[in-house]
């Protein structure tokens, strides 16, 4: 009986934090912007103007994963390998404990027209460029946010791996190239499957962004969101993107589940 009553707390705060939000969410999207009971929000969702929206989401989401992924294995496993890799695990986990909106306003300075980038490009004879406002600043300060995130779970996975297969590959006569594609990187896929939900699912809703480094050029489900609940007041609209946000992000989170295997406990 004690065992149930220590759980009470957590289910409570599951009921309250979790569940009523997501009921919430729903009910309020069953409503129309005069209050009354409509499926015109559902209507309007599956317009080509929220289709589009929604595959901009999902392809600058799967942009920002891919790189993300591209430059966080090589570095997770050159970390595994380092002398003292707990210091430069520290060190790229530190960027993450700075608010995100200043570090967003870092790169408006960065990337400014009078910006250090900018600057340093007269100095070499290039010339100012623009790089606010485009697609490049939103997809390279999204990667320079989550690549920690990517990085920790593969880390993870490396640092469990028996070194002892690697060692039998080799014995067996396989490439380098051969033992990663065939012993390390199926081994550590559980990593991989983990770093790509911490990246991709909070990718998709992103909107602060959107708004101060792409200027509004990019524009995701995460914006429509916050515009129709800040400026518009379409509740019920911003509930119904809030929904199918959510039924992705379960959806990506089931196919993307882990089991362990091959690894060393």
């Known amino acids: 009986m004690r065992r149930y009553a220590y ?11 979790v569940i009523a939000p997501i009921i919430l969410i729903v009910y309020y999207s069953f409503f129309d912007m005069e209050g009354h ?4 929000n559902y209507e309007t969702f599956f317009t080509p103007v929220y289709l589009r929206m929604t595959f901009n989401s999902f392809w600058y989401a799967f942009l920002i994963t891919a790189i993300s992924l591209l430059i966080a294995y090589p570095t997770a496993y050159l970390l595994t390998k380092t002398k003292h890799k707990q210091l430069w695990l520290l060190l790229i986990i530190l ?6 909106l ?3 306003y870092a790169f408006l300075g960065l990337f400014g027209t009078y910006g250090a980038i900018n600057a340093l490009f007269e100095a ?4 100012t460029k623009q790089l606010l406002f485009t697609d490049f600043s939103f997809v390279f300060v999204s990667v320079y946010i989550f690549i920690p995130f990517m990085i920790l779970p593969i880390f993870n996975a490396l640092e469990k791996l028996n070194p002892s297969l690697m060692d039998a590959a080799r014995d067996l006569g396989a490439s380098e190239w051969t033992t990663f594609r065939r012993v390390i990187f199926p081994l550590t896929l559980d990593g991989v499957k983990a770093g790509c939900q911490a990246v991709f699912i909070p990718s998709l809703s992103l909107f602060m962004l959107t708004r101060l480094i792409a200027g509004n050029r990019v524009i995701t489900l995460g914006t429509a969101v916050e515009q129709h609940f800040l400026v518009t007041q379409n509740w019920g609209m911003g509930a119904t993107i809030a929904v199918f946000l959510m039924i992705a ?6 196919l993307t589940g882990n089991k362990k295997w091959g690894v060393r406990q």
């Open 249 to 254: 992000m379960a959806s990506i989170m089931a």
């Open 95 to 100: 960027p993450t404990w700075v608010n995100l």
């Open 7 to 17: 759980a009470i707390p957590y289910w409570l705060w599951i009921g309250l934090f």
């Open 37 to 40: 009971f409509s499926l015109v």
């Open 124 to 127: 070499i004879g290039i010339g």
């Open 102 to 104: 200043l570090k967003a």
